[in-house]
């Protein structure tokens, strides 16, 4: 079991910045590749962002490519989605979540096992 506590949500201002925390705990959790996905209110989960577990390599969905940039501290067992230049349109709760490293990158929530209970981020225009 991995356990998964999301950190770092919060209101601000179109083009302003957040930097959000997924604090993962339980067995051999740094070995895990992380994603962070999100849901707007009446919307489906999208996928944001993913990171291997080695660190190496990151993933990013389209629009917010140059905005947003996943990190990970393995000896911290933390992963960190800094956001800039946030919109309106980036409102949303944001979850993260640990898969298998065979699935490293991958945009489908359910190639992930564990999931945190998510942050609520609110872009104000």
């Known amino acids: 079991q991995v356990q998964l506590v999301e950190s770092g949500g919060g209101l601000v201002q179109a083009g302003g910045s957040l930097r959000l925390s997924c604090k993962a705990s339980g067995r051999a959790a740094s070995s895990y590749s992380m994603g962070w996905f999100r849901q707007a209110p009446g919307k489906e989960r999208e996928f944001v962002a993913a990171?291997?577990?080695?660190?190496?390599?990151?993933y990013y969905e389209d629009s917010v490519k140059g905005r947003f940039t996943i990190s990970r501290d393995t000896a911290k067992n933390t992963v960190y989605l800094e956001m800039s230049s946030l919109k309106p349109e980036d409102t949303a709760v944001y979850f993260c979540?640990?898969?298998?490293?065979?699935?490293?990158?991958?945009?489908?929530?359910?190639?992930?096992?564990?999931w945190g209970r998510g942050t609520q981020v609110t872009i104000s225009s």
């Open positions: 990171i291997s577990w080695t660190g190496f390599s990151t």
């Open positions: 979540a640990a898969a298998l490293p065979s699935r490293v990158g991958s945009s489908d929530g359910h190639d992930y096992d564990f």
